[in-house]
């Protein structure tokens, strides 16, 4: 395992300088990352992702303790080097007119080119296999200021492709995507991580796609960095710490959220399938909590030709023919004291 | 891989041809607007005269006037154009804005004040009659300096300001900040000093002694192989400077050279044709609307060509062929390049943070 250790972070302090005042964001940070491995960075916001990311990459000077990329420590790489080694991706939206796509990809060769940055066939290479890696080949003549958000966000992946790097450093690259997009830059960015060996490391707000995607989290809190598969933190329980003091709250067993709001007492919902599924969520939105055991009053699904959702009470049966409606009428109860 | 490399070869070609079409096209404009603006002035000379003149040395007045006037004005017009529009393109970049260039952001202005010292600050032995030989090199090192100053401070501001209206509306009162300091300096200077200034400020391409044309011609060169030397790092640039800086770049030492080049470039302009306006902003501009392309190694190239064309025919316009007044090139170069000023604005207003 260790042999395919790429990055390693030691007591990394990350923070800014301004002046002589030396301002340290969080506690000495400790992490790795091995080969091909998809890794999410976590935290809230402010807590200094970026800062980390920025520090990782060489673009923000650290502030004590050491980054090694293959064993090397990252100050005894030089400028080149270094970026021969590990790509960035900010949260800054490029917008240079008359470029195209293809001049955007190109500007990856830079450390790799000579003084004047001409492009040899090995380059050209390396672009278009890059272009082609992240299915931009129909683009590669267009300018990027006529991309839409998810295709300049895959032209610059295309980049970080091209700059040949085994380490690429992303921050937020799924913010600001509508939803197609960012299952489409996810799943991009997995197959680059499984097939070409990318170790990815990407900072996110997306939890839940983090948990489902990523080999490894790094989970920053306020006080230290938590590391491990995703399923660790969670039997740990570490994700919960991110809402300590909010009324969101991270269940661990699905790795879903709710929210703590008022509790009205708990439900027992009678029934199978697709529609018992989903009955749940919606009773669970409202404020219920779901039982194991039948209480009384409880509900009852039935699917057949007509779906029919029945809210059985001690003494009355009523029906309902949709979930809106059955929500609606239990907008009215309370069975905490039941 | 093969298809790979197929279609790398595919289309490539087509767009370079482009660029050599249009580069043919740039080099037989500028040496026709050359030819037009030597046959061409306030005085009537007949073709065969003006021929006679260039190939001939019978000591005619048309000689003089061809030799001594006409032709190295022709190569000012095109040295001067050449550098402004050079100079402009390289801080469009480096600043990220379409708004810069050398007399918006008050680099002329910096560059004037460095010559004011020069001629306003020593004794009034100093004019820019007698001023030669090294005269000329402390004229032009001290327009150097004062564009380099004014540089460095807008790059200050603009790493804490991102918005260019703002950086744009700060040249301004840079400009204005200097102005009020020359014009303390006129009032302190006697009276030959004084002229000396005045007429240095009216500005014009005519007016440079072989010696300074001499001056000009390696200042703009030198700044001009500066620009190649710089056109890895300058298309580096265009993505803002972490990207710059995480795909290799040393950027401290990409914008040292870069301000260096151009407050050389456009400092020596200042220094011997006083302030022209608008070509430094507008030209870039339209060298890109040209080649359509964001790459330095075209962009270079196309806007050096590009700025000595549009310079030579403002020169032409200036003299106003077939009539015997003749124009301050101040204003042409103002009327042609407002319009491309106001339609890049336009264009931006979406965006404006953005280059």
Known sequence: MNSK??????????????????????????????????????????????????????IQESLGGEVFFAGKDMRDYSRTELAQKVGYISTEIVKVHNMTVHDLVALGRFPHTNWIGKIT??????????????????????????LSDGERQKAMIARILAQDTDIMVMDEPTAFLDIGSKYEIMNLLHVLSQKSEKTIIFSTHDLHMAISQSDKVWLILDNQLLEGAPEDLMIEGAFDHLFESSSVHFNSENGTF?????????????????????????????????SDEITKPYIKVNMGNKNKWQFVSLNSVEEFYSIYELVCRLQKEDFRSI | M??????????????LNRGKYLFGVLIITVVSLLIFDIFFG?????????????????????????MKFRFPKAITAFT??????????????????????????????????GVAFVILGFSGSITTDSINGLGN????????????????????????VKDIMTILIIGIMFSSGISAIVTIMQYFSNETMLKAYVIWTMGSLGNLTSNQLNVLLISVSAGAILSLISTKRLNALLLGENYAASIGLNVRFARFLIFACTSIMAGSVTAFCGPIAFIGIAV??????????????????????????????????????????????????????????IWVILRNRKYSTLF
């Open chain 1, 5 to 58: 250790q790429i990055l390693s972070l030691d007591s990394l302090k990350i923070g800014y300088v301004s002046g002589n005042q030396k301002s340290v964001l969080l506690p000495p940070l400790t992490a790795t990352a091995n080969t091909g491995e998809l890794v999410a960075v976590i935290g809230r916001n402010g807590i200094g992702k970026s800062t980390l990311l920025r520090t990782l990459t060489g």
């Open chain 1, 121 to 146: 066939s090995t380059d050209d290479e390396k672009i278009m296999d890059a272009i082609e890696k992240t299915s931009m080949l129909a683009f590669r003549n267009k300018f990027i200021s006529e």
């Open chain 1, 258 to 290: 709710s929210f703590r709001g008022e509790n009205r007492g708990s439900l027992y919902v009678e029934g199978d399938g697709l529609i018992k599924y989903w009955t749940k969520e919606a009773i669970t939105r409202a404020g219920f909590s779901l």
């Open chain 2, 2 to 15: 093969k298809t790979v490399k197929y279609i790398a070869t595919a289309d490539s070609p087509k767009s």
């Open chain 2, 42 to 66: 306030s005085v009537s000379i007949k073709a065969s005269d003006v021929v006679k003149a260039l190939f001939s040395h019978d000591g005619s007045t048309f000689e003089t006037i061809i």
């Open chain 2, 80 to 113: 001067v154009g050449a550098a402004l529009s050079l100079s402009g393109l390289q801080m469009q970049t480096v600043f990220r804005n379409p708004m810069a260039g050398p007399d918006v952001l008050g680099i002329s202005s910096g560059a004037s004040l």
């Open chain 2, 137 to 160: 090199w402390i004229l032009v090192a001290a327009s150097w300096l004062g564009a380099g100053a004014v540089m460095f401070l807008i790059m200050i501001l603009s790493s804490r």
């Open chain 2, 284 to 341: 870039p501009h339209m060298t890109r609307i040209l080649f359509k392309t964001a790459d330095h190694s075209i962009l270079i190239p196309g806007t050096f060509l590009t700025g000595g064309a549009v310079m030579l025919l403002s020169d032409i316009i200036s003299q106003l062929p077939g009539s015997e007044s003749v124009l301050p090139v101040n204003s042409v170069t103002s009327l042609i390049g407002i319009p491309v000023v």
